[in-house]
């Protein structure tokens, strides 16, 4: 079974820090990875899909890297900002009909 | 642009009791999804229907059925409520390939007491 790890659980940050997630995962036969950003009390909003056979996606100030054969992920938030604390996500999937989610990172950019 | 839509948000039960958790998607998307999040395991798989009268179990089925009633709506029915189904609970959707985006509800907060 697949099994997504994210490490550490949480993180505080100066505003203005660029820092990274990382994301894990055991099966490299994946399909595609998903990084979302979680608000306290709402849903999942995806922030970056990168398909297997992608190195990175890059949005705004977010980017985000895969590196299949060794199980990994990364998402790199430049200039951090109070309103990127939130709890952020990495999915992976290995087929048409599940996504295997890591526990999350619970990222606080303190003013 | 409501995108998927969970109700309720929040809900009380008894042991015991039933209910129904509605979701409606308007992005006639093909793929629906009903995770559970607790704390500490992540988001976990209950049921999916990959397209409009199929349906079949994820994870951790045990507990729950499903109904998905049309392309864009697909409940969630506890028959029997127990305490170990206190989470939060929600509905996803995407258009059916792998390859693609999912989107999710806001989420319904169950306790069962």
């Known amino acids: 079974k697949q099994e997504v790890t994210q490490i550490p659980a949480a993180l505080s940050v100066p505003e203005g820090e660029n820092l990274v997630l990382n994301c894990s995962f055991t099966d490299s036969a994946i399909y595609n990875l998903q990084w979302f950003r979680q608000d306290p009390g709402k849903g999942l909003t995806s922030l970056l899909l990168i398909q297997s056979s992608q190195r990175e996606q890059t949005s705004g100030r977010l980017n985000a890297s895969l590196d299949k054969s060794s199980g990994r992920s990364t998402l790199y938030i430049a200039a951090s900002q109070p309103g990127d604390s939130a709890t952020y996500l990495c999915a992976v999937s290995t087929g048409a009909n599940n996504l295997f989610f890591g526990t999350g990172t619970r990222l606080t950019v303190i003013p | ?113």
């Open chain 2, 1 to 113: 642009n409501a995108g998927v839509t969970q109700t309720p948000k929040f809900q009380v039960l008894k042991t015991g009791q039933s209910m129904t958790l509605q979701c409606a998607q308007d992005m006639n998307h093909n793929s629906m999804y009903w995770y559970r999040q607790d704390p500490g395991m992540g988001l976990r798989l209950i049921y999916y229907s990959a397209s409009e009268g199929t349906t079949d179990k994820g994870e951790v089925p045990n507990g729950y059925n499903v109904s998905r009633l049309n392309k864009r709506e697909f409940s969630l029915r506890l028959e029997s409520a127990a305490p170990s189904q206190t989470s939060v609970y929600f509905c996803a959707s995407r258009t059916g390939a792998s390859g693609n985006t999912i989107y999710f509800g806001e989420g319904s907060w169950l306790t069962v007491v």
